[in-house]
T-cell receptor
Framework: GNSVTQMEGPVTLSEEAFLTINCTYTATGYPSLFWYVQYPGEGLQLLLKATKADDKGSNKGFEATYRKETTSFHLEKGSVQVSDSAVYFCALSTLSGSARQLTFGSGTQLTVLP | DAGITQSPRHKVTETGTPVTLRCHQTENHRYMYWYRQDPGHGLRLIHYSYGVKDTDKGEVSDGYSVSRSKTEDFLLTLESATSSQTSVYFC???????????????FGPGTRLTVT
């Protein structure tokens, strides 16, 4: 079956530090890959996506590249801000049954200190 | 933001009582999903709907039922709530498979359910 493995948190960084959150996946077929972000008390928001190998998703200074050879989709940001403090989820989407279904990693809590 | 609302936002109920959670969308999207979020598990799919009256089971469907009588509403029912169903429940929607954005799911604000 499909699965997503994320680096365990929590991760604590100082403002302007470099961020990497590792994500690897196992899937049949050709999944699409996503990063979602969840701020306290809110639902999940789509941060970025990549739908095929070698695609790079980017948004708000965050980037991730779909690496089929290493089955990875690591999230990076060059300079984090306090406002980036949130929980980050890696996910993959495959067509299963009658719909595209998302499989999520367990989430990584990021805290950025001023 | 996608037009998705969930009600109630918070609920406390007793073991053995029935509970219904509602998801309402204004985007006219075909697909609707119910997830539960628990620490250490990320989000897990409970049920999904691929059209009015068309539903299917997800990974953790035991103890839950769903109904979709119109495009905009998707109901999740716990027939007899148990403490193991204490969780945060999220609804999500996505567009038809022929849409260029069919890969993306948009999430509601969540319902925090506590079963005592």
């Amino acid at each position: 079956g499909n699965s997503v493995t994320q680096m365990e948190g929590p991760v604590t960084l100082s403002e302007e530090a470099f961020l990497t959150i590792n994500c690897t996946y196992t899937a049949t077929g050709y999944p699409s890959l996503f990063w979602y972000v969840q701020y306290p008390g809110e639902g999940l928001q789509l941060l970025l996506k990549a739908t095929k190998a070698d695609d790079k998703g980017s948004n708000k200074g965050f980037e991730a590249t779909y690496r089929k050879e290493t089955t990875s989709f690591h999230l990076e940001k060059g300079s984090v801000q306090v406002s980036d403090s949130a929980v980050y989820f890696c996910a993959l989407s495959t067509l299963s049954g009658s719909a595209r279904q998302l499989t999520f990693g367990s989430g990584t809590q990021l805290t950025v200190l001023p | 933001d996608a037009g998705i609302t969930q009600s109630p936002r918070h609920k406390v109920t007793e073991t053995g009582t029935p509970v219904t959670l509602r998801c309402h969308q204004t985007e006219n999207h075909r697909y609707m999903y119910w997830y539960r979020q628990d620490p250490g598990h990320g989000l897990r799919l409970i049920h999904y709907s691929y059209g009015v009256k068309d539903t299917d089971k997800g990974e953790v469907s035991d103890g839950y039922s769903v109904s979709r009588s119109k495009t905009e509403d998707f109901l999740l029912t716990l027939e007899s709530a148990t403490s193991s169903q204490t969780s945060v429940y999220f609804c999500a929607i996505s567009d038809s498979l022929t849409s260029g954005r069919s890969y993306e799911q948009y999430f509601g604000p969540g319902t925090r359910l506590t079963v005592t």
